[in-house]
């Protein structure tokens, strides 16, 4: 069984950081594609960044340059480290991971497991 489990959301200003992690168990971050979404209600899940199993990133435009994905194979566990926050950031991050090493296109259909969530809230 898969279980995805995102912390470090929070609460925090305008221009400030946060890392937000997720730890993975009955699969490989090392074998799959993984995302960050978003999604704040009323709205869509949204894609935030990605990333294949071979390494290769990808970020929406609006978090393009503040924000990184990264993942630490050893310890399958993924991360993205947010800089530059802005209000708009506000959201809650799911962390989501492929049956496969890569995906076609970012989109939450895309995904075949997902944590259950972390809030983050930027103020102004």
């Known amino acids: 069984q898969v279980q995805l489990v995102e912390s470090g959301g929070g609460l925090v200003q305008a221009g400030g950081s946060l890392r937000l992690s997720c730890v993975a168990s009955g699969r490989t971050f090392s074998t799959c594609a993984m995302g960050w979404f978003r999604q704040t209600p009323g709205k869509e899940r949204e894609f935030v960044a990605g990333?294949?199993?071979?390494?290769?990133?990808y970020y929406a435009d609006s978090v393009k340059g503040r924000f990184t994905a990264s993942t630490d194979n050893a310890q399958n566990t993924v991360y993205l480290q947010m800089n530059s926050l802005k209000p708009e950031d506000t959201a809650v991050y799911y962390c989501?991971?492929?049956?496969?090493?890569?995906?076609?296109?970012?989109?939450?259909?895309?995904?075949?497991?997902w944590g259950k969530g972390t809030l983050v809230n930027v103020s102004s």
């Open positions: 989501a991971l492929s049956a496969r090493g890569t995906v076609a296109r970012w989109y939450p259909g895309s995904m075949s497991y």
């Open positions: 990333r294949w199993s071979g390494g290769s990133t």
